[in-house]
């Protein structure tokens, strides 16, 4: 698989770059929102997406396929320049750990100094689960997405660690990919939860539902 057009980072301007990972099955408005959040709120040059090729925490479920996950983010971020959909973790094979992904890029742009990786608090909350995440925690900066009211806080072996993390504030939009699969499989309109674009490719393709 090729990369996006890769104009937003690796190439002109030295600046900050976030990373954004997840299984994106699908990718919907608050994945979007995120992303969009994190461009404005850390000053970012660009943000890679990065669909995971075999998310190892996703275990127990059957995922859309490589392909089809790849294909949705990018009709999600169709028309924002700063935004790169990187297939690094789907070309490699094996499970898709950050820190392997990490390691490859910032070998590939070493002229790049300010790493940041995006995730929720949930995330956040559960990191000591990742695979050598201590060494995560050297190389970037984590940008931790809270609601209004809701506190960024890490497992006590976490905490433990010295690292840097900044918050994101978020605003409140309750979607997820379990409630989008959900409503396809009971023949609902989701168009209002993952866009047009994404909307249409599922349509067409018949994924998570038989309708």
């Known amino acids: 698989m090729a990369l996006s057009p890769d104009t937003a980072t690796g190439t002109g301007t030295a600046g900050p770059v976030g990373l954004f990972g997840g299984s994106f099955d699908p990718p919907h408005l608050a994945h979007l929102s995120l992303a969009r959040t994190a461009l404005q709120q850390l000053g970012l040059a660009g943000l890679r997406w990065l669909p995971a090729g075999q998310p190892w925490q996703k275990k127990g479920r059957t995922l859309a396929s490589p392909a089809h996950r790849l294909a949705m983010v990018q009709a999600l ?69 809270a609601r209004a009211g809701q506190a960024v806080s890490a497992a006590p072996e976490v905490a433990a660690v010295a690292h840097r993390v900044v918050r994101l504030d978020m605003p409140a939009l309750e979607i997820s990919s379990t409630l989008v699969r959900g409503q396809c499989q009971r023949g609902e309109d989701i168009t209002p939860m993952v866009g047009d674009g994404v909307a249409r490719y599922i349509a067409q393709h018949r994924l998570y539902s038989e309708h």
């Open 77 to 145: 971020v169709a028309g924002e320049p700063r935004f790169v959909v990187d297939t690094t973790e789907l070309d490699r094979p094996g499970p898709s750990y950050m820190i392997d992904t990490v390691e490859a890029l910032q070998l590939r742009f070493p002229e790049r100094r300010e790493w940041f990786l995006v995730i929720g608090q949930d995330q956040y909350a559960r990191l000591a689960s990742w695979h050598r995440w201590q060494e995560l925690l050297k190389r970037l900066t984590l940008a931790v997405a």
